[in-house]
């Protein structure tokens, strides 16, 4: 396979991110288009990746109660069709890697923000905005189908900008909002892949960021810090931005 050392950077992200609860799509599509790969290629490792890192989290919220339904359902019944939608759209190979460049750059900004935790009481006094929420959900799943992530890298610090929720409940919002982002973008994309995907190597990444995800989901002793992850991830992300539009806007 080439591009071996994919196979340990993928591992690494899926298990550092799999320890604080998110899946890592923005980090394998910044590792990703370093690459001379097809972005149709890119777009479907992440994704793919995405749900496999992903599925553990959303199971271990829904065992312990976070998962709100009634909140959450406005954002993703709006996300799913626009995700839909946005891996649909035929893009060329110069505006797919414009978009994820700018996205990568405004994903960075957002996740080296930091927000002060929202308590039950600010919560509880908050008054719900269902056409709000489905606006944001369908925004951010449009954007999410056409670049080939989950969403959660906007939806997550957006959410905490706007004291949404609890942390945690904000936090298995996002789980459920990346798997089934994922899932639709991935069944957007299905009619448009072209015959040189390397599917071994998407095999290899898969089986990868499944060993870093069990291993990340299941840590009992140590806990990375997720204000570290997240500015750290910020950093890389920032990075690949710039490089991507380096590549990619001709003057």
């Known amino acids: 396979m080439q591009h071996f050392e994919l196979i340990f950077f993928f591992l690494i992200i899926a298990f550092v991110y799999a320890s604080v609860g998110f899946g890592g799509g923005s980090s394998y599509l910044a590792v990703l288009a370093l690459y001379a790969l097809p972005f149709q290629e890119i777009r479907l490792t ?28 406005p954002l993703v019944l709006a996300s799913i069709p626009m995700a839909y939608a946005g891996a649909r759209i035929k893009l060329s190979q110069d505006v797919f890697f414009i978009i994820l460049g700018i996205s990568l750059l405004i994903a960075a900004v957002l996740l080296w923000l930091k927000t002060r935790k929202s308590n039950d009481i600010t919560i509880a006094e908050r008054k719900y905005d269902i056409v709000k929420d489905a ?18 890298i906007f939806l997550s610090p957006l959410l905490n900008l706007m004291k949404w929720d609890t942390p945690k409940k904000i936090a298995a919002t996002a789980s459920v909002f990346i ?25 290899f990444l898969c089986v990868a960021v499944f060993v870093g995800g069990q291993i990340g989901s299941n840590m009992g002793a140590v806990k990375f810090n997720q204000l570290v992850v ?9 990075a690949a931005g710039i490089e991507v539009l380096h590549k990619h806007l001709h003057f």
């Open 46 to 73: 992440a994704l793919l990746c995405n749900i496999i890192v992903v599925s553990g989290g959303v199971i271990i919220f829904l065992r312990k109660g976070q998962v709100n339904w009634r909140k959450i359902l």
């Open 135 to 152: 606006l944001l959900g369908g925004a951010i799943g449009f954007l999410s189908g056409m670049v080939g992530i989950g969403g959660g």
């Open 179 to 203: 798997l089934v982002n994922s899932i639709s973008g991935i069944v957007g994309q299905v009619s448009q892949l072209p015959g040189n995907i390397n599917f071994i190597r998407i095999l």
């Open 230 to 238: 997240r500015r750290i991830t910020a950093l890389l992300v920032f």
